[in-house]
């Protein structure tokens, strides 16, 4: 069975430019979430997604950063202006579905470095 | 108060012994309780998850739940340098929303 794949693996880029990351999660995983890591820390929620509902994104920092999940499966997270804050691993997720014995299994993340 | 709270680190072990981790948690009505390990540059890799009071064991692995104390632990039997890695504990409550630790950085020494 196919992991959850995410691109790119690495992006460096200047402060005040925009960048976008994608996700496709484990087939017939419902429910999809974007973490950000930085280093030295655990992962922290960004946004959860169920089907392409958003369930939580109390801890987005809607201001600049943006995520879709067009038709269920596939997702897009934004970061639009990047500030120096937002260098860290970007995180993609899947569960069967949002229940709270469900288990979360990862991506490989994308690496962000932001100059 | 963070919600999930780890030491840090490092936890240095000989080759062949028990590495005990701990973790700890602030939301009384969690309910699922996930380790993660994570080797230096990859992504968080499960290796187990407990629900219920008391110990689960699956190969050198043994989860430990303690709801009354809000605690939670791991055990790794027979360390070996591969078992080298930062464990994150991950502690589900209702509304489904996963809290990390920060994670304990563990050396095991051949």
């Known amino acids: 069975e196919a992991g959850v794949a995410q691109s790119p693996r690495y992006k460096i880029i200047e402060k005040r430019q925009s960048v976008a990351f994608w996700c496709n999660p484990i087939?017939?995983?419902?429910?999809l979430y974007w973490y950000q890591q930085i280093l030295g820390q655990g992962p922290k929620l960004l946004i959860q997604f169920q089907n392409n509902g958003v369930v939580d994104d109390s801890q987005l920092p809607k201001d600049r950063f943006s995520a879709e999940r067009l038709k269920g499966v596939d997702s897009t997270l934004k970061i639009q202006p990047a500030k120096l804050e937002d260098s860290a691993v970007y995180l993609c997720?899947?569960?069967?579905?949002?229940?709270?014995?469900?288990?979360?299994?990862f991506g490989p993340g994308t690496r962000l470095t932001v100059l | 108060q963070k919600e999930v709270e780890q030491n840090s680190g490092p936890l240095s072990v000989p080759e062949g012994a028990i590495a005990s981790l701990n973790c700890t948690y602030s939301?009384?009505?969690?309910?699922?309780f996930f380790w993660y390990r994570q080797y230096s540059g990859k992504s968080p890799e499960l290796i187990m998850s407990?629900?219920?009071?008391g110990d689960k064991e699956d190969g050198r692995f043994t989860a430990q739940l303690n709801k009354a104390s809000q605690y939670v632990s791991l055990l790794i039997r027979d360390s070996q340098p591969s078992d080298s890695a930062t464990y994150l504990c991950a502690v589900k409550a209702a509304g489904n929303k996963l809290t990390f630790g920060g994670g304990t950085r563990v050396l095991v020494k051949p």
């Open positions: 407990i629900y219920s009071n």
């Open positions: 087939s017939g995983h419902a429910t």
């Open positions: 939301d009384r009505v969690s309910q699922s």
């Open positions: 997720a899947s569960s069967l579905a949002g229940q709270v014995y469900n288990e979360q299994f």
